[in-house]
């Protein structure tokens, strides 16, 4: 089986090391060596073992032999391009790229099952974690009624930083860009971008309607500070970057990307480092968790080959993996969705707050602040909560839904 890989970054290059490295185990798996073809990228290697780079994209399109195309480029132009005109050619496409299956991904699904090709992406969430073929196939039997996740390592290692070492958010995030964990710019990370688009596809996967990423609310870590790590250990709990999808009061899909509280009872809050967990809740299956490394070179291009040898096993044959179109109304605002929330007040302790759980340090450097653990409220409730509050003369600097056991 002849295959092409498109774009030769950290994963691409992952991906030749494990096919190259693993060669006679992949015949016996697959009942026939893999040769890799061609490497599509702009970027000259002369000190490759492989020697079949091309710049022309045309190569992968137009040889026949050629039935099978890994996608590591990431972003989506060129990939949603190139990975629609491959399907069309008659080539199953596998891809790590989590932000072309979330946005592109039903219309790349349905060209694949239309032509008895297959179009998988096991690496675009949880990287080496397998969780995508889980989700279509083990998972199936029952409904789902919530997936939480830590989906991304770089920022789960800088809070980490900050809880077990004390680390101001700054200086965490320049030890993990030290480390190679977070890029120059970490906006996609640090923000909950990157987290966005991998609860979206497993929001689909788990609820069957596809969900529009824009329509996520999306809340980084880049605003945790000392203080709520403070509290935070104070009351038994870490602080994790959560998505979370659910099935909302008004019918529809909600998911959300949020910092939050997360009680040391529960099993996400042990979960250190560049690692990721997702727990998928559901009433007839119970809670089911999923761990590993979540990124990674050779991690994620293992899943990415674990791929390639399922489409070698089903050459002519779709392995259905569909959601449906998205829709508006599939999707909710969240308006009705309630969260308990950790909210930080400055300025003295108030009166009137009944149903709350107050905290209050006996230490000098927050002698003039006071944190509430609230009931469930939606998110006008707490707004109207915090702005009763701040009447009477404090001033709310920080909040935190919390997720429980």
């Not at 491959?86 to 790590?96: D, E, F």
């Not at 602080?239 to 999808?245: D, E």
Request: aromatic fraction near 8%; hydrophobic fraction near 40%.
């Amino acid at each position: 089986m002849k295959i092409a890989i498109m774009g030769f970054g950290v994963v691409g290059s992952g991906v030749g090391e494990v096919v190259t490295k693993n060669r006679e185990m992949l015949i016996k798996k697959c009942g026939e060596p893999i040769e890799i073809a061609h490497i599509l990228d702009l970027r000259d290697f002369p000190d490759s073992e492989f020697k079949c780079f091309t710049k022309d994209f045309n190569d992968i399109l137009n040889d026949p032999e050629v039935g099978i195309v890994v996608e590591t480029m990431g972003g989506t132009k060129p990939a949603y391009e190139f990975s629609k005109q491959l399907l069309l050619a008659g080539k199953s496409v596998i891809t790590s790229n989590k932000e072309l299956v979330a946005a592109h991904g039903t219309e790349l699904m349905q060209i694949a099952r239309e032509r008895n090709l297959n179009y998988l992406f096991e690496a675009s969430v949880g990287g080496g974690i397998p969780i995508i073929r889980p989700m279509f196939s083990c998972l199936t039997a029952g409904e789902a009624t919530d997936v939480f996740g830590i989906l991304n390592g770089t920022t789960n290692y800088i809070l980490t930083q900050m809880f077990q070492k004390g680390e101001s958010f700054e200086n965490a995030l320049r030890a993990a860009q030290q480390k190679g964990y977070a890029e120059a710019d970490p906006t996609a990370d640090v923000e909950g971008h990157d987290t966005c688009r991998k609860i979206a596809i497993l929001s689909a996967l788990a609820f069957g309607n596809e969900v529009k990423t824009d329509r996520i609310p999306t809340e980084g870590i880049t605003k945790i500070s000392a203080a709520d790590v403070a509290y935070a250990e104070k009351l038994g709990y870490s602080i994790k970057l959560i998505g979370h999808a659910t099935k909302a009061e008004d019918g529809g899909v909600y998911a959300a990307v949020f910092p939050a509280f997360v009680p040391k009872t529960n099993p996400l809050a042990g979960i250190n480092d560049v690692f990721n967990g997702i727990i998928v809740k559901g009433d007839d299956l119970g809670d089911v968790m999923f761990y590993g490394r979540g990124a990674g070179k050779l991690p994620t291009a293992n899943a990415v080959v674990a791929d390639v040898v399922d489409a070698i096993k089903h050459q002519g044959v779709n392995i259905i993996i569909k959601w449906n179109e998205y829709k508006e109304e599939n999707q909710s605002d969240g308006k009705l969705q309630k969260y308990p929330y950790y909210v930080r007040f400055e300025g003295g302790r108030v009166s009137g707050l009944e149903g709350c759980t107050v905290v209050v340090f006996n230490d000098e450097e927050y002698r003039d602040e006071f944190a509430v653990l609230t009931n469930a409220l939606t998110g006008d409730e707490l707004e109207a909560f915090i702005k009763a509050a701040e009447e009477k003369g404090c001033k709310a600097v920080s909040k935190l839904r919390l997720i429980g056991e």
